[in-house]
């Protein structure tokens, strides 16, 4: 029985070995993009949305004229497993597989545990919806197509405070999470210095019981809760809130904007609003294309959760690719070091708006979509664009 | 076992290995035209680096688990001391305000490399010095901070036994986690964001004026650090102090009866554990380029006990020799499980995302459950004897 | 006012879906000595399960359904994973534990694709009531209700049933009782039987509340089940049921107190130094009893 077990175990590992010596070696006409996003972990849900939307685009655009040579593009993918543990191994592994430059990632955190990699390897990596300021700041590889967490808390509290005149705000975020604590953090001080009240509370990593925070926000009679927690952690909050008959307006960030949250609010008396990059029916041909592309296959219906709402990290990971072939164009070449050399420099009009970098390699965007759930239906319902206080 | 250990061959093999690390990382830069896997960024070294720091982890707590039967799960905790304490520390002061820009800076504004600079100058071989000197310097404090830690819990834990011990330990690693990321505390944690731009393994490559690499030390250096670190662990377990844990391991009364100091044994081997475990964890933060309390959780520690059972409890080399299978296997070489494979057209079926960590823990079970004593038992891999049976031919390893 | 009865409200609800939990731990340790980490995640299977019958199958017959698996489950567990190893050293099971722990997480990640899962309605349990002046589910109502009610069955079990008889005297001294001619094996299978079934129903309440299920939704409150019933002394049920109540509430408060304290963070960690305080100073818990070699 051993003998028979450590043989098979043995066999699995040579097959293991083979697969690797097998991976790579494409040929000269193929441009390999590089796409570093969660498919496991807490945030799987958003990085396979925004995954998919790069997977379209390709589909679309499957080549690239760059020098007087048309490459096909191959995308190349690598599981961050949304964890800063897993992100290195897996930025690594995408640098070991030649690729000309890298798009991704969901999560700000794992970019910055991946960052470094990109930065040793001189591999340039466009951000996607990674909006935290440390991804780019010190790493000069590292670009982003999207707004920033302190312009984003700027913008919705602007929003709470035009929409509700609010002057108290209960804001809730995971502790230990960069991304909540960040923009709990630029929210207070938006809020603060307009004369606003802040209360802030934090709950521990695999919480699953908001009802007491819930319930305090509502005995402390806030005008607005301001949550920018991740996905399963919005839908929790929103169930609850649902059972509890708050109905105090929610504010919630970009990683909110999702179908699992909306389905939460479906029927309900909650009212979400939440800022993001991208309104459906902000580009009609791109609505069209992508929901035909969602419903035509299984494997991306079921990645964007079994329906064919769409997700503005969709319309980025879109918009990223564009860039990412713009990019290219502009270096003449699939060499890396051409690629980074011409990011900078690149400008594109994408269906989220148009795209251009600053000097730290950040997007520069002065608007953010704010959209409501609609409740009746279960959609996401245009509210207006903000723009952050005049600055 | 009473005869004389022979070092020499162990040591002379260990300078080799650690000689061919450096080779193998500079290879390719003298031999453009090998293959891709030979270039410093490739996953075979990021595997190298991992395992070197966690095999570290993993003799500490096989020290502790195998050497003196007290069972912790504290390893994370400890390092995640080690990691802050060493991130903290390095951070070079110019950088503090932008890594710590929630909070308006850091309220510790020392930084020892910064501090070692202002002695040898900043640039050239002054400031390389420094830097070497201070992540040295660093590390020491990172486990030193870890084992007091360590000696503080270890009063009222280390009292527990068996299963008791293993889920206060569990415990007090995450009440550390939940204070680490405490928005309070973050002019010094920096809560919730991670702290980076502290000198890496990168930073310990050699590089000519203008910036180009002329020799790549980056895998070599958490090697070092590791041969050193395991080189003292196993110095102690081979010394009277050695024989004493293992004595409490086998039978706590009859040690005691035999005049071995129970407690301080104990702790002993908690703190001496804790402050490698510390050192490790500050090389972990060196490996992944920051600190961040959120990837010390308690599934860090579970991977680190299975690879210490799968490796043999009580057995160093197998800890390393298991770390290195484990890493390779979970983030390198098994990493084809998940996504689709097609063998001549033919879609092998189950293949997509997370299948990997299934046939993972899988293999795990069976290990635990048919090979329970690991790849070594509690034997060791003993060089001196393996050369010897080639020399003279006897077959020494059958007595 | 309303805000206190609120967070107490949730405390006790918290606290009923811990004991059921805690039965399961308690009963396992009582007998085997062993910390079975995979509990927890039998819970989060239970869950995932319930939603998987339920999209095909109606509530009805699918909720037994879902106890009737988990059953299964804990049983099939316990023969492959622990048996093998009952003459091995105890850290070797419990080190199986946490490979089984490791094994369901990962399958979960697998077959849910690591999306959080959504834990359908049940009628009644999910609909809401008003409870001087807090809204609130049913099953908030229901849970500690339906704990007493478990836990005099399985006291009545325990205490008058043969099977019972064997268990606690298994737990009481386990070479013995194998020599008096009790079929040790047969009471493990029916602990384990027990502790799923209880953990499935645990899981029902749980996630009828909480209904978002990840593939680590079961190890928190598998591990503070786990405190809970080391606070109420290991191996008695009355104590796991009070300690888990207690854990449960004093968790709720600390997560209501004022937010300018900022000590929310600390619920889960809260529970963790109780623990240590508790098997320092008194390390039979609450109702167990004294032992010289538990500790």
Redesign the interface.
Known sequence: MKKIISVMLAGMMAFGLMACGSAGGAGGDTIKIGVFEPSTGDSASGGKKEILGMQYANSETPTVEAGGKTYKVELVYADNGSSADKAPSAASELVGKNVALVLGSYGSGVSMAGGPKFDEAGLAAIGVTCTNPNVTAGNDYYFRICFLDNFQADVLANFAMEKFGAKKAYCLGENGNEYDQGLVAFFTQVFEAAGGEVISDSFPTNNSDFTSYLNKAKSENADVIFTPVSIAYAKQIMEQAASLNIDIPFLGSDTLDDNMVLEATKDTNLRLYVSTFYQEGGSDTFDKGIKDYINNNSDALTANGGNDTISAVTAMGYDAYYVALEAIKAAGSGDKGAIKGAIPGVTWNGVSGSIAFDSQGDAVRDTAYIKTADTATGTWAFEKVQTGSAK | MTEKKNYRPTILLIAGLLIFVIILENIRSVFPWLP??F?P???????LK?AAVYSLVAVSMNLL?GFTGL?SLGQAGFMLLGAYTYAILTVPSE?KD??Y??FGGCAFQFSIVDFFKGIFGAGGAGGAFSMVLGCIIALILAGTVAGFFAFL?GF??L??????L???T???A??L????????LGPITN????I??FP?F?SFNITDGSGRTILQLSTFIPFLVTTICIAIIVLLINSSYGRAFKSIRDDEIASEAMGIRLFSHKMLSFVISSFFAGVGGGLFAM????A????FT?T?T?EL??IV?IGG?GSVSGSVIATFLYVA?S??????L??E?YIGGFKVPLL????R??????????I?????KGIMGNREINIAALLDRKKTGKDKAKK | MEYVISVLLSGISVGGQYALIAIGYTLVYGILRLINFAHGDVFMVAGLLGIYLTAVLPIPVSLPLVIVFTVLLGFTIERAAYRPLREAPRMSVMISAIGVSYLLQNTATYVTGGQPMTYPTIPFLSDTVNVAGTQTKWVVIITPILVLILVTILSMLINGTKIGMAMRAVSKDFETSRLMGIKINLVISVTFIIGSALAAVGSNLFFTNYPAITPMAGAMPGLKAFVAAVFGGIGSIPGAVLGAFLIGICETIIKGLPSSWDVSVFSDAFTFALLIVILVFKPQGLFGEAAADKV
Not at chain 2, 177 to 184: G, T
């Open positions: 891709q896997i270039d960024m490739s996953p075979l070294f990021t595997v991992k688990n069972f950088l932008q890594v820009y929630l819990i009222p834990v009292r527990l036994k068996s299963d008791y293993v889920i206060a569990l415990g007090f995450e009440i986690r939940a204070f680490f990321q405490w928005q309070r809560g919730a964001n991670m980076k731009g890496t990168s490996y992944v380029a920051n961040q309390a959120k990837a308690s860090m579970y006990l299975l059972v409890i296997c983030e390198w070489w098994l990493r084809f998940d996504s494979q997509r995302n997370g299948f960590m299934v046939v993972f823990s899988v293999v795990i079970m069976i635990v459950l048919f090979f329970s």
